[in-house]
């Protein structure tokens, strides 16, 4: 036995060439039919089987919910073979409107949080399609796409859907295979819309002009983006980098308090691992002046409350946010698409035009089969005309037939009919032959013609076809676009680099002592809009190596602050200031100090009549607007505090005047 094998040829087989064809069939697989998104509807396969089985189902956004359960068993089931959690991962992201720019599914129960709280289980979650969803599967019985054997040959599934919407860019994707990667934004359904008008009405036009409509990205959880060169390039090339920055906005509270609430964040980040963030750069210290953190988000939105302390200048502590943490992030942009079952780097308009062809092809094929079905039902009509316009003869034809073949053969030889007229006459009931059902029956054949008259206008005038494009999309702009959520910057984000020492600037605040002999300085450092300044502890040794001041220097410079933040913040209140003498003890109660109160208010009487001696000047690196961005070190508690500007001694000067003339002193906005 062993003689006779070895005189058989063994194929020769390279592992080196097996391996090579082996992993480029699998790396294939994973690209066309797992990670990347068909450049034609914008999905997935496992998205497209949700979507498809949903339909099949007849679980439209016009119908009850079902039970998730029942959609992923049905998918994998029938057309995924993977596992029940990965289906039911898709389903519950088509769910999340902080993760779809529009939702595709409608849930009922808890698909999740932007905090990064899982969804509950299948079994008590439900889910029907959205009404965007049921514009996906629009005539897909008009055999509109092509149909593939499922994974056991036993069902038929689309290739891909016959969608109204422009997928692929409103919702984005994103996705990794093997060797390669696709990560795409979303956007805005009305631009793009307008987009793909612009592109019907004008083929040649360029990117740049495309880009004068789709204004950018539109994140779900909104922001910020910047529409620099990394969105230029993304969108001439299909590569790119953008900026984007959540919302912050800054809350006047009681006595004089300040808090930074946090309204909107990058797309993508967890909510509450920013939160821990956050919390662990004041524990280290690496932002200061917060005296308070927490998240007061709910179904209404997201709101996390930065309280500050005294004194603290909250851009101070947003550029540290932004510094620091996650609410100022880079996305990278990689238009990665199948095209023609090919992994396929996209710019802006090769994305869009990819959609028009899909349409202006679903549109024809769709044409197509309506023009067939007009014409077989026209001609059908045609018979029945026929018949009612003699139907005496019809009936007594009928009746002296022995079997309905020989009727059929008798109506056909007859009138002239094909067999499909002759058919249907003799399924016709006797009510047709009323007036009223006659009527309706010429009525319904005036109307095919018109029909098939426009259908074949359609499939022969380019023309009569792009018509029926531009109508559709201005249809689904109407209904479905709202409006831009993520604000576009076309400005530079300024930026905060807290190691820069070239910002450093120092301001002094030159005011009479006590004898009026002589000057003091307070310096404190400062920072322009969009240019970076040090942290306290840098700034406080910065100041100190140039003998700028010493700390008694720094305490009156507090206590100055303090007083006309006394005077303004009094008037402002409905305890209105109506003599000197309350002036004098507004002025006097704000200064917290171990001070005599005698010697509080000789400071303070000094301050009120001779105000006209402060000005302030600036030293070293400081530019020609620092005196209105004078701020505190704080990093220590006496020196938490705003030095006072011009404008707010102008104001405590004004109040002043107001009282010495005996009015009632108002704060001026």
């Not at 821990?276 to 988000?297: T, W």
């Not at 820069?500 to 009026?516: I, L, Q």
Request: with cysteine; hydrophobic share 40%; aromatic share 6%.
């Amino acid at each position: 036995m062993s003689e006779q094998n070895s005189g058989i040829q063994q194929p020769q087989v390279s592992i080196e060439k097996e391996l090579r064809k082996s992993y480029l069939e699998y790396s294939l697989s994973v690209i066309i039919g797992r990670a990347i998104p068909d450049a034609r509807d914008g999905l997935k396969p496992v998205h497209r089987r949700i979507m498809y089985a949903q339909y099949e189902l007849a679980n439209s956004y016009n119908r009850p919910h079902k039970k998730s359960a029942r959609i992923v068993g049905d998918v994998i089931g029938k057309y995924h073979p993977h596992g029940d959690s990965a289906v039911y991962d898709a389903l519950v992201r088509l769910a999340q409107d902080f993760s779809m720019r529009d939702p595709l599914v409608d849930g009922q129960g808890n698909f999740g949080s932007i905090d990064g709280d899982a969804a509950a289980a299948m079994r008590y979650t439900e889910v029907r399609m959205s009404r965007l969803a049921s514009e996906f599967l629009a005539d897909i019985d008009k055999e509109t796409v092509d149909f593939r054997p499922n994974y056991d040959n036993t069902l038929q599934e689309p290739s891909v859907l016959p969608t109204k919407v422009p997928n692929l860019l409103l919702n984005g994707s994103s996705g990794i295979a093997v060797g390669m990667a696709t990560n795409i934004p979303p956007h805005n359904l009305g631009e793009l819309c307008d987009a793909l008008q612009m592109l019907l009405d004008d083929p040649q036009c360029t990117i740049s002009d495309l880009m004068e409509v789709v204004k950018g990205p539109d994140f779900p959880t909104r922001g910020f983006v910047y529409a620099g060169k990394g969105l230029s390039d993304a969108y001439h090339t299909g590569r790119g980098t953008v900026k984007v920055r959540g919302r912050l906005e800054v809350e006047e509270r009681k006595k004089g308090l300040q808090a930074i609430v946090i309204r909107e964040i990058p797309f993508g980040l967890n909510k509450s691992s920013l939160v821990e963030k956050i919390a662990g750069l004041v524990n280290d210290h690496k932002i200061d002046g917060i005296s308070d953190l927490r998240d007061e988000s709910d179904r209404k939105g997201i709101r996390v409350v930065i309280d500050l302390k005294r004194g603290t200048i909250p851009d101070i502590v947003i550029n540290s946010l932004y510094k620091y943490t996650p609410l100022e992030t880079s996305f990278g942009i990689n238009m990665l698409a199948v095209v023609d079952n090919r992994p396929v780097l996209l710019n802006l308009k090769t994305a869009l035009s990819c959609f028009v062809d899909h349409r202006r092809e679903v549109v024809i094929r769709r044409t197509r089969y309506d023009l067939q079905k007009a014409e077989a039902r026209a001609h059908i009509l045609e018979g029945l005309r026929i018949a009612i316009d003699h139907i005496d003869e019809v009936v007594a034809l009928i009746r002296a037939s022995a079997s309905p073949d020989e009727a059929r053969a008798g109506l056909m030889q007859r009138f002239e009919l094909t067999e499909v007229q002759a058919r249907a006459i003799l399924d016709m009931r006797l009510q047709r032959l009323t007036g009223l059902q006659r009527e309706e029956l010429m009525a319904e054949y005036r109307e095919l013609l018109e029909k098939i008259e426009f259908f074949k206008s359609v499939l022969e005038n380019p023309e009569v076809l792009r018509s029926e494009l531009k109508r559709e999309i201005r249809e689904i702009r109407e209904t479905f676009a709202t409006p831009r959520r993520t604000e576009v910057l076309t400005d530079a984000l300024g930026g905060i680099d807290v190691n820069s020492d070239v910002a450093f600037n120092t301001v002094g605040m030159e005011v009479p002592d006590e004898d009026g002999s002589g000057n003091f300085h307070f310096a404190a450092y400062s920072f322009q809009k969009g240019v970076n300044h040090l942290d306290g502890r840098q700034a406080l040794a910065f100041a100190r190596e140039r003998d700028a001041f010493d700390d008694g220097d720094m305490q009156r410079g507090r206590n100055q602050m303090l007083v006309i933040q006394g005077i303004v913040n009094k008037a402002a209140s409905p305890a209105i200031l109506k003599s000197y003498q309350d002036v004098l003890t507004a002025a006097s109660d704000s200064i917290a100090t171990n001070m005599p109160k005698e010697d509080i208010i000789s400071l303070v009487k000094m301050q009120l009549q001779d105000m006209s001696g402060w000005n302030i000047t600036t030293y070293g690196l400081a530019g020609e607007n620092s005196a209105d961005y004078c701020y505190s070190l704080g990093n220590d508690a006496r020196y938490a505090v705003v030095l006072p500007n011009e404008r707010m001694v102008a104001t405590a000067q004004d109040l002043i005047q107001q009282v010495l003339r005996g009015e009632t002193p108002v704060v001026n906005p």
